[in-house]
């Protein structure tokens, strides 16, 4: 987001969330999550579709926002290829602010390999502060549970929220942890910008959020070639989700997510 220091625990940053912005409420009493989102542009579904870099479409997609009778908002993302790759994704809000934002309290994602095997499901409690990694049920290996820290800035699922704030300009940076199973359970430090654009063309009504493991320059450098692609993309105008691209799963194939109307090969990269 320049950041100092943002997500430090002795600081209290609010922004305006009237248009979509990402408020930060950490303070060292509070439990739960730090991060305090926006609410959605709008509850409902988002058709969308899973395609390669060159816009061939794989297969199907969806994202939508919906209230459950207790209140609570539920958000739901699944991606699926036709040949067996697939993930699923939940996210779990309370209103706060007199409904003017959100809070994330419990967030999951489960992958299916391109067998169309079970992969392991991926949980992050935030009311309780521990993070989960449950293997399939045939597998051998162990549940992997870790306690998330004080400060807790971990956002596994709620990117698109999580990123307004750079579409709308309040923020540069924003720095962030994402609970990673793949390897052991970890916590890994995470980096999301603005790309710049040299020129002004079509591509300047899309914004391209860019994100990343936290490694500095040097590490960064020597891991390009290997560091998946992890992109963003959202409305200049109204900050809309519009596609991301990221690994069906973790080490797995690497797909544009695009909404329904959204020319996956057109998007700035």
């Avoid at 449950?134 to 597998?139: E, F, K, R, Y």
């Avoid at 704030?165 to 609970?179: N, S």
């Avoid at 070639?225 to 993309?233: G, S």
Wanted: aromatic residues 6%; charged residues 25%; glycine residues 8%.
């Amino acid at each position: 987001m320049p950041l100092r220091n943002l997500y430090s625990a002795r600081m209290r940053l609010l922004l305006p969330i009237s248009t979509g912005v990402l408020c930060l409420l950490a303070t060292a009493a509070q439990a739960g999550s730090a991060l305090v989102f926006s609410p959605p542009h709008a509850l409902g579904p988002i058709p969308a579709g899973t395609y390669d870099d060159d816009g061939k479409r794989l297969g199907e997609a969806s994202l939508y926002y919906v209230r459950m009778p207790d209140g609570k908002i539920h958000m739901r993302a699944a991606t699926s290829m036709q040949d067996g790759p697939r993930n699923l994704v939940n996210a779990i809000f309370e209103e706060i602010d007199g409904g003017r934002a959100l809070r994330v309290l419990r967030e999951d994602s489960l992958s299916h390999d391109e067998h169309g095997e079970p992969m392991v499901l991926v949980e992050v409690d935030h009311e309780k502060g521990v993070a989960r990694c449950t293997p399939p049920a045939a597998s051998e290996e162990k549940v992997e549970t870790i306690p998330l820290p004080e400060d807790d800035r971990v956002a596994n699922t709620t990117l698109g929220l999580l990123f307004q704030p750079l579409v709308h300009g309040q923020l540069e940076r924003i720095e962030f942890q994402a609970f990673l199973c793949r390897g052991g359970a970890r916590l890994v430090d995470f980096v999301a910008q603005r790309a710049e654009r040299s020129s002004r063309e079509p591509s300047d009504q899309v914004v391209e959020i860019r994100f990343g493991p936290k490694l500095g320059r040097v590490l960064s450098w020597l891991a390009a070639p290997v560091v998946p692609k992890l992109r963003f993309w959202f409305d200049a105008t109204e900050g809309q989700y519009l596609a991301h691209r990221v690994p069906v799963y973790g080490g797995g194939p690497e797909v544009v997510i695009a909404r329904e109307g959204v020319a996956a090969a057109a998007l700035p990269r």
